[in-house]
């Protein structure tokens, strides 16, 4: 597969039928990726553990009518346009103009280890400040509106974007022109990205009571954290980790109270309740903006 996106095997890879073959090939693997991931968290959570985990549901509303279809549509316009950015990626790697490098003893293992979690920080980095960007009174109305339209979201969501927002969305890649990335470290970032947007975007909450306050995890970004971003907008910018959030002071002051509020409810026997309507009452949700 590397060897094909660099050309090695794709000797057309400069005429129009070799990168519609790459491009074709790039699309499909992204798209699957999208709805393996957003799929299987949905049935999880929205179907086969719907009542069981009630009380897990960070909104207890169910997601507008027509949202849904938003989400994915927007997300299958996004990948379309990652694709793209990454096929143009791996043509100026075709043509010695990156620095991806295709055999690991070219920098070793430690190397290679070390390099995951370095474009992961880098990423962000990146996400935190281009988000913080996309909340400029200018930028937001035309752009990343588009985003915040699912103020209850669900898991199709993780790519939810403007097509011009998708460009900044995936930018974060061109720092392979200076950060020497083996293929491989940049599928295993692209699959941690994957999990932590599907994630975020879930609309439940699956950590424990006390993880925010913990001195370790409460540097990882919680589905709570992102879904309070998508009802609250102005605070919890952050991707990944809580690392930007908590230096440039944006947490939002009732995140760690509404995070335990979720984790604490009581779970109910819910084998008898109606389909849409919450047993666990969260005292909380009922000051925040919801669908
Ligand atoms: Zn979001
Ligand atoms: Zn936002």
New binding site residues.
Partial sequence: MIRFLMGAENPNISDGSGLMQMWLFLYGTHLSRYLVFAAAVYMLFYVWRKRKWAHRKIQQRIAKAGMIQHEVLYSVLSIAIFSSFIMMIALCTHYGLTKIYLKISDYGWGYFALSIPLFIFWHDTWFYWT?RM??HKALYKTI?AI??KSTNPTPWAAFAFHPIEAVFEVAFVAMVFVIPMHPLALAVVGLHQMAFNVMGHSGYEIFPQGFVQHPVFKWLNTPTHHNQ??QK?TCN?GLYYNFWDRVMGTNHATYETYFNEIATREKVDNDSAPESVSMAKPAYATSQTTV
């Fill in positions: 988000h996309m909340h990343h985003h915040h971003h998508h907008f910018y």
